[in-house]
């Protein structure tokens, strides 16, 4: 069996849209259609729509995005377990670092403070974002005369940009 990778991105992205958005979240429920616990918005964050409540009926019964076809069928927690990288017999499992007592990470009584606590101790510190490559973000595209910012003077390839700090692309990759 090929190891599972823990996917640290997603379980803080499950966090932080139940943050921005606590009335999409009922710990209660796999996905009722407007409220899902967090199982059911990593799923959903990973392009799967689980129909049906109960434990025994709650699956992906649709996908809105091709390339998440593999989890129609499976149960709610098989699929959040997959999408999250954990196993599902022990993987959401953890001590509560602030009680003491095991949980298990799509429990229904899980409120919001000891999902955090799970989450990091399930998955560690909430990752670093990628840096940011601020040429190739300029629009309409990167170029050696680009300006950045409220710098108003064009760049010379390979020329450091005293606003950001960075140095624009050389035409061809040559630098």
């Known amino acids: 069996m090929t190891a599972l990778i823990p996917n640290a991105a997603l379980a803080y992205r499950v966090l932080d849209h139940i943050d921005a958005h606590p009335e999409t ?34 699956e992906v019964a649709e996908v809105t995005d091709d390339s998440a076809r593999w989890m129609l069928g499976m149960h709610a927690q098989e699929a959040a377990c997959h999408v999250l990288g954990i196993h599902p017999d022990t993987g959401g499992m953890a001590d509560d670092p602030e009680t003491g007592t095991r949980h298990w990470l799509f429990d229904a009584g899980n409120d919001r403070d000891r999902l955090g606590r799970l989450v990091a101790a399930i998955f560690g510190p909430r990752p670093e974002a990628p840096p940011v490559d601020r040429w190739s973000a300029m629009v309409p595209d990167p170029h050696p005369m680009a300006n950045c910012g409220p710098l108003t003077l064009p760049l010379p390839p390979g020329t450091l940009c005293p606003t950001c700090g960075t140095i624009p692309p050389v035409p061809g990759g040559v630098s």
Not at 31 to 55: E, K, P, Y
């Open 25 to 58: 979240w009922n710990q209660r429920k796999w996905d009722c259609g407007t409220t899902a616990c967090f199982a059911g918005h990593a799923v959903r964050l990973s392009g799967g729509i689980i129909q049906g409540f109960g434990n025994s009926d709650a």
